[in-house]
């Protein structure tokens, strides 16, 4: 039998036996020219060398067949091949905590938007993009990798609180991300946590060593007083944070993941 009727009636058998074909992919050069596979059957992957330096870097993935109405499957995974991230839908991106490994094809928010993205933090090295097409429809897939800019809000490293003394806005734009802030007005306040259109951001406040109260969204805390430390992670001890804001190659700004500290003297 010819090699190349065998590959095929192996290829067939694998779809059939519901196990994934990995297809080639090119390499994403940062600020480079795009990259792209296709086309991919259903639970069909494509994989993408990337590296990441010292810029962080926002990877999107868009599907070019289906558009909006197409359904992917975002991994990626670190220089050692472990999974760093995977898409809940085109906004989020978790880490592989256990409830949420196996997330399908139903757990994809489908929105207007046809771009998946997520931010790298900067160092993060070599790195896989995996992405599988979960649509019953084949697709291809376009890459591209661009530094992703600097937010003008964001609290930054929970070692170094940033000051804040009146309402402040801040984002989270990185997996796992935890921003801290620390209240430097001149009384006391009260403080109400405002969680933005899509991330579901959760704060803490402490004093010293005690913490004093956790914070939902449209939640408050009455007894605000200056040197107080305010942390804020999304939802699920920071597993979820928003990445992506808009048509067109997602644009860099931050409304997806951005939250605001509303403070009432």
């Known amino acids: ?17 519901n196990v994934t074909i990995t297809l080639p992919g090119s390499v994403i050069v940062v600020d480079g020219p795009t990259a792209s596979a296709g086309p991919i059957e259903q639970g069909q992957s494509a994989r993408f060398g990337f590296l990441v330096g010292a810029s962080a870097v926002r990877l999107d993935v868009t599907d070019l067949t289906n558009g909006a109405a197409g359904a992917l499957r975002l991994r990626v995974y670190d220089a050692n091949d472990v999974l760093y991230a995977q898409t809940v839908s085109r906004y989020y991106f978790t880490a592989p905590y256990p409830e949420v490994v196996s997330v399908g094809v139903g757990a994809l928010g ?24 979960l649509d019953v429809n084949p697709t291809s897939v376009q890459v591209a990798a661009v530094s ?10 929970p070692a170094a609180p940033q000051d804040f003394s009146a309402t402040s806005t801040g984002a989270l734009i990185f997996l796992g991300q935890s921003d801290a802030w620390k209240y430097v007005g001149s009384s006391g306040a009260t403080l109400e946590l405002l969680g933005g259109e899509v991330v579901h951001a959760t704060a803490k406040v402490t004093r010293g060593l005690d913490t004093l109260v956790r914070l939902e969204p449209g939640e408050q805390f009455v007894g605000l007083e200056p ?26 700004d931050a409304t997806s993941g951005e939250y605001t500290l509303a403070v009432t003297p």
Request: net charge negative; with cysteine; aromatic share 8%.
């Open 1 to 17: 039998m010819k090699k190349w009727i065998a590959a095929g009636l192996l290829a067939a058998l694998l779809a059939a036996c």
């Open 148 to 157: 992703r800019a600097a937010l003008p809000y964001s609290a930054g490293d």
């Open 110 to 133: 489908i929105t207007a938007s046809p771009v998946y993205s997520i931010n790298l933090p900067a160092n993060f090295g070599r790195g896989t993009l995996e992405v599988t097409n």
């Open 227 to 252: 040197g107080d430390i305010v942390y804020v992670q999304a939802q699920g001890n920071g597993a979820l944070a928003g990445f992506c804001d808009t048509l067109a190659g997602c644009a860099d």
